[in-house]
């Protein structure tokens, strides 16, 4: 089946406590990124990525690190997390070599607490 | 002024009536526009998206999308219940892509 996979689903931590989630996708695809959601403000990109080892910010990228040393995997890392970042957080991909010009494809989220 | 803009709602209409929702956007390089369906805690699904100038119609859903007004909508015929969702207006600008706060929408039996 396809699909993208993130982990963990939930999460409630302290700040400062380095944290990574995970996604993987399973349909080659060379397009990946990651999101936030936030009431009224909908979704933002934190960063994408157009294939490995090719990484970029979005809008609001301040707090996070990403690396894609291998075309299926996506993490998103937060080397000293804040209460600022308690969010619902999403994976997407799409198979694109024209950047983000094709559907995305969704993750189940993540819903991240930082006390 | 946001990048992506949409009515945040709620958009409540009957069901068996046609669904209007709406979305403007800022950039004239936008090349590609997307709506997607969101159920209540569950991921984005995509339901439409549209590259050119006119209409799109796939099943009981259209989208419409206008560059020269920097416009475009989607139009849910027949409504049902089970599309009350809040829906999201996408946009992708170069690399990037840039979403709407989305409209909810209720669809009342």
């Known amino acids: 089946e396809a699909q993208v996979t993130q982990n963990p689903r939930y999460l409630i931590t302290v700040t400062g406590k380095k944290l990574t989630v995970t996604c993987s996708q399973n349909?080659?695809?060379?397009?990946m990124s990651w999101y936030r959601q936030d009431p009224g403000l909908g979704l933002r990109q934190i960063y994408y990525s157009m294939n490995v080892e090719v990484t970029d910010k979005g809008d609001v990228p301040e707090g996070y690190k990403v690396s894609r040393k291998e075309k299926r995997n996506f993490p998103l890392i937060l080397e000293s997390p804040s209460p600022n970042q308690t969010s619902l957080y999403f994976c997407?991909?799409?198979?694109?070599?024209?950047?983000?010009?094709?559907?995305?494809?969704f993750g189940d989220g993540t819903r991240l607490s930082i006390l | 002024q946001k990048e992506v803009e949409q009515n945040s709602g709620p958009l409540s209409v009957p069901e068996g009536a046609i669904a209007s929702l709406n979305c403007t956007y800022s950039?004239?390089?936008?090349?590609?526009f997307f709506w997607y369906r969101q159920y209540s805690g569950k991921s984005p699904e995509l339901i439409m998206f549209?590259?050119?100038?006119g209409d799109k119609e796939d099943g009981r859903f259209t989208a419409q999308l206008n560059k020269a007004s920097q416009y475009v909508s989607l139009l849910i015929r027949d409504s049902q219940p089970s599309d009350s969702a809040t829906y999201l207006c996408a946009v992708n600008r170069r690399n990037d892509m840039r979403f709407g706060a989305g409209t909810r929408l209720t669809v009342k039996p």
């Open positions: 549209i590259y050119s100038n």
């Open positions: 950039d004239r390089g936008s090349q590609s």
């Open positions: 997407a991909s799409s198979l694109s070599n024209t950047g983000s010009r094709r559907p995305q494809h």
């Open positions: 349909m080659n695809h060379e397009y």
